[in-house]
């Protein structure tokens, strides 16, 4: 059965660096979607991209944060400037273009900022 | 403030009892509702979507909607141990495909 893949599972950084996290998506899917859980707290939202374009975002997504399909496979999601806030795990997720449009997520990135 | 609202638990229910989980929901623009299953250190997976008024059967889960009430639930008929997880209810609106999450409820099925 194809499943989301996420890289890495684990990424710990210093708080003010840059990082990177990875997504393959399920290979017929065109919608992707990033969101974040805190320890604790529930899933939240941070955007969703399709057709190379952002189509929605939430208060979250500021501009310390950015998406990219940069290869046609990897579907990216870039914290600039990390603060220890950012500590979450981030999920990416996929959907097909069918009418319910429903989302299957990756196994997720645990984001620890030191 | 769009709002799901869900009872946190935790519901212990015994093994091959029926389990009945229940979220509300604010936005009466919501157009599609999910249930999905988290255990503890994982990633949400789907269970079942529902988007019309009325019940929808997969197996030993029911999900049901009533719009009119803003409410939709989930019932796991014949609970096993290994249904013992977190349950999140998901929302989406006519404005676009992202997910509003409830807090989820924990559910402990006992042997």
């Known amino acids: 059965e194809p499943e989301v893949t996420q890289t890495p599972s684990h990424q710990v950084t210093q708080m003010g660096q840059e990082v990177i996290l990875r997504c393959v998506p399920i290979s017929n899917h065109l919608y992707f979607y990033w969101y974040r859980q805190i320890l604790g707290q529930k899933v939240e939202f941070l955007v969703s991209?399709?057709?190379?374009?952002?189509?929605?975002k939430s208060e979250i997504f500021d501009d310390q944060f950015s998406v990219e399909r940069p290869d046609g496979s990897n579907f990216t999601l870039k914290i600039r400037s990390t603060k220890l806030e950012d500590s979450a795990m981030y999920f990416c997720?996929?959907?097909?273009?069918?009418?319910?449009?429903?989302?299957?997520f990756g196994p997720g990135t645990r984001l620890t900022v030191t | 403030q769009k709002e799901v609202e869900q009872n946190s638990g935790p519901l212990s229910v015994p093994e091959g009892a029926i389990a009945s989980l229940n979220c509300t929901y604010s936005?009466?623009?919501?157009?599609?509702f999910f249930w999905y299953r988290q255990y503890s250190g994982k990633s949400p997976e789907l269970i079942m979507f529902i988007y019309s008024n009325g019940d929808k059967e997969d197996g030993r889960f029911t999900a049901q909607l009533n719009n009119a009430s803003q409410y939709v639930s989930l019932l796991i008929r014949d609970s096993q141990p290994s249904d013992s997880a977190t349950y999140l209810c998901?929302?989406?609106?006519?404005?676009?495909?992202?997910?509003?999450f409830g807090k989820g409820t924990s559910l402990l099925v006992t042997p």
């Open positions: 997720a996929t959907s097909g273009t069918g009418t319910i449009h429903e989302q299957y």
């Open positions: 991209f399709y057709n190379n374009e952002i189509s929605e």
């Open positions: 936005d009466r623009g919501s157009q599609s």
């Open positions: 998901a929302v989406n609106s006519n404005s676009g495909y992202a997910l509003n």
